[in-house]
């Protein structure tokens, strides 16, 4: 393989610069650095690429490896079996697409002998070829020519061209231009169909696809990621037996194109055999180009369904912080109770209890009376209560009858508890609190992820957090991997107190793991904490690899270094503090000082030095009040009025947070059971073709009410203005199916002549 064509290609692909390509390449090959410290720590060499460009660097990077070793593979396998020529070797060498490698590598492999190639064993080559040349009928060419190939095998003209008739269908399967052009037509103009079964109503829940029961679109169309939701919703309902899908094209078209390709098809007097070749071979590249087609739509839907998820677990982990705030979380019950737990501002566990409001128990004012007593001991400053049942319920009790909530002193609002109860019952949380039920371990988990959402919900598997679609479709295994390299990203974007921070927290950082991080969190307990960045080489297995790779994310507040409680790398404090001795200042005194840092900020020789990039990041780093580059906790509060979908009525008003968004729509909490959808549609007064472009995962809106639907719990929303929000809500399009086009039946070759 020749690694020196790789930042070339690359560069093809990405237009990306070539020399920052080789850089990437060096730093995640060479020096095994991450993509976090990458993006981070070294800008100069990478020209400040982010974390998605350099991400893409090295996915395609993977990709060539992946092709190269494949071609190296069938290269080697060929040559074994004596048929490789330099022209095949050079084919080979110059092909990047894999579907096309496998066309060029198909009739080479191992595998069970074909009906041809048991026709040309059998010796009917020769007669194969007499039809591509014949000047006769088929009839007269059946009587005169067959006979002449008869043997212990080829018994009647029946079997001699049934024989030939595979021999010259292997011949045209196996041609890669023919195949290559077939595949464009494909992409261009198939559709893919789907039906409803007949036995469909066997099937709990079938009507969810009656969207799909008559439905056809094209394949380009489908390829786009906007539409390929549509997809997988149809190869669910497949999968579910409800729905029949294929892959239909213009039979004409094809033929032609076979014709075209072998035009002794045409000028061959042997009709009937010749339309009996074009018919089994039109059927087998059907069937490969079908499962090609799906197969590479179920990729594009995948990537596309990933993308959507990953763009809103950014979102959500990335979501505003309440920070250092008492908190009190709840999570409502009825029969048995809603069960109060208090975290300190650190996020430290205190006390928990449970209160009976609600039927069938009704202990009302001693509910309300313990939560009050809780709140004026502890100093309560917020209540997080999960939105799940008799959550809205607890939420109005409470803001009407504790003094500290009604003059404001307190806050009380509803909080997403999705993946509470996952997290609560999992392994994580039995070592936190062993000795805790789990609905007490969901009501502390309701807290903290009120006071800091990325610090709780990375102890959860992100395909519990409901902002994911068709998350159980895709790709298991690419869903992972993509989700684990988006919460990466963003804990160290934020990066951790590394001396309150959970072992889960601490394993996402660059370069650190589970093992490390539990090693970590050993060694602060056995220590009292960490007072400068320098001790982290004294935990166990923290090697200098893994300093240097982890530290800049690990910050340190009131420790001995006050850089150590910064993003700034240890690999630059000497920079720093030579240029602070020459100014004669300690370094707490340039921290504290606009001044200083603005002067630090204009010396080009230190820039120089240092970078421009590292620079910047160095003045930025000072500059911060905080170095948490999230937005800070504004409080909202739902519509007092809307309490259940009973509530609500056309026109009226709903503040709400959008929870998830898909390529189609945003759903938005609004305080009650059923989220609203804002279709694309309704997000703007202008057209919208993505949702993204608008919203995001966490963010507050103002929506009005178009429709309500209260036997199917739907609610349809607006982000339009009042004048031009009134016009009908329409459903996303889906197309009748079309006559079908069948690409395996006689219908269409019927109308082949040969002239």
Not at 20 to 35: A, F, G, K, P, Y
Request: proline share 4%; with cysteine.
């Amino acid at each position: 393989m020749n690694q020196l064509l790789i930042p070339e290609y690359i560069k093809a692909q990405t237009n990306l610069p070539l020399n920052s390509i080789r850089n990437v390449l060096n730093l995640l090959l060479e020096q095994d650095c991450t993509i976090p410290f990458i993006t981070r720590y070294r800008k100069e060499m990478t020209g400040g690429m982010d974390e998605v460009q350099i991400g893409l660097i090295k996915q395609i990077h993977d990709r060539f490896v992946l092709t190269e070793k494949r071609k190296e593979f069938i290269l080697k396998k060929i040559e074994e079996l004596g048929k490789l020529t330099p022209g095949l070797k050079k084919e080979i060498l110059n092909t990047n697409d894999l579907n096309i490698l496998e066309d060029i590598y198909a009739p080479y492999k191992t595998k069970k002998k074909t009906k041809g190639q048991i026709a040309i064993e059998a010796g009917l080559a020769p007669l194969a070829e007499l039809i591509k040349q014949s000047s006769t009928s088929t009839k007269e060419f059946l009587k005169n020519e067959c006979p002449k190939f008869f043997n212990e095998t080829i018994k009647n003209s029946d079997d001699a061209s049934t024989g030939t008739v595979a021999i010259l269908a292997d011949e045209i399967v196996q041609n890669i231009s023919l195949k290559e052009s077939l595949r464009t037509i494909y992409k261009n103009h198939a559709q893919i169909v789907s039906n409803v079964k007949k036995k469909a109503a066997e099937i709990k829940d079938y009507e969810k696809y009656k969207d799909y029961f008559q439905f056809s679109q094209n394949i380009k169309q489908l390829r786009d990621p906007k539409a390929s939701h549509r997809f997988l919703a149809m190869r669910r309902g497949m999968l579910q037996k409800v729905l029949k899908v294929d892959v239909e094209v213009d039979e004409a078209s094809t033929i032609n194109e076979i014709s075209k390709f072998h035009p002794w098809l045409k000028t061959s007097k042997c009709n009937e055999i010749c339309l009996e070749i074009i018919k089994a071979a039109n059927k087998r590249l059907h069937a490969s180009l079908e499962l090609e087609m799906m197969s590479d739509l179920k990729i594009i839907s995948d990537e596309s369904a990933i993308g959507v998820f990953s763009t809103n677990l950014k979102a959500l982990l990335l979501q505003p912080y309440l920070g250092p705030k008492t908190v009190l979380g709840i999570d409502p019950g009825i029969r048995t109770g809603c069960k109060l737990a208090l975290i300190n501002q650190s996020g430290k566990f205190l006390i928990d209890t449970v209160i009976y409001p609600h039927p069938p128990k009704n202990e009302k004012e001693k509910s309300i009376d313990l939560v009050s007593k809780i709140i004026e001991k502890f100093k309560v400053e917020y209540i997080a209560i999960g939105n799940g049942t008799y959550g809205r319920e607890t939420l109005s009790l409470l803001k009407a009858n504790i003094e500290n909530i009604k003059s404001g002193n307190v806050k009380a609002m509803l909080v997403n508890e999705d993946g509470a109860s996952i997290y609560s019952a999992s392994e994580i949380a039995r070592k936190e609190f062993p000795d805790k039920d789990p609905t007490v371990r969901g009501a502390i988990s309701i807290a903290r992820r009120f006071q800091d959402p990325l610090a709780e919900l990375v102890k959860i598997d992100p395909k519990s957090l409901g902002v994911g679609q068709y998350q159980h479709d895709v790709s298991q295994a690419l869903l992972k991997k993509s989700l684990e390299t988006v919460v990466e990203n963003c804990v160290n974007y934020v990066g951790v107190d590394l001396n309150t921070a959970s072992a889960p927290l601490l394993s996402y950082i660059s370069g650190i793991g589970p093992k490390v991080a539990q090693n970590i969190v050993k060694f602060r307990e056995k220590k009292g904490g960490f007072t400068q960045r320098s001790q982290l080489l004294e935990v166990a297995r923290f090697s200098d690899k893994v300093f240097e790779q982890a530290v800049g994310f690990l910050r340190i507040y009131d420790g001995k270094n006050p850089l150590d409680a910064t993003f700034i790398h240890p690999e630059s404090y000497s920079d720093i503090q030579s240029w602070c001795q020459k100014q004669k200042l300690e370094i707490i005194q340039l921290i504290q000082s606009n001044d200083f840092i603005n002067k630090l900020q204009s010396d080009n020789e230190l820039k120089s030095k240092l970078g421009d990039f590292t620079h910047a990041d160095i003045v930025s780093s000072l500059k911060a009040p905080r170095q948490d580059p999230r937005e800070e906790f504004k409080p909202m509060e739902f519509n007092d009025k809307i309490t259940g979908i009973k509530d609500i009525s056309i026109g009226a008003i709903c503040p709400g947070i959008v929870t998830n968004i898909t390529k189609f729509g945003a759903f938005v909490d609004i305080g009650i059971k059923e989220n609203g959808l804002i279709h694309v549609s309704q997000m703007a007064d202008k057209f919208i073709d993505d949702p993204f472009k608008v919203l995001k995962v966490g963010q507050v809106v103002k929506a009005r009410v178009r429709e309500v639907d209260l036997d199917r719990g739907r609610i349809s929303l607006t982000l339009k203005s009042q004048s031009q929000g009134s016009e009908k809500h329409t459903k996303p399009q889906t197309k009748k199916a079309t006559p079908k086009l069948k690409n395996s039946g006689f219908a269409a070759l019927q109308k082949f002549k040969v002239k």
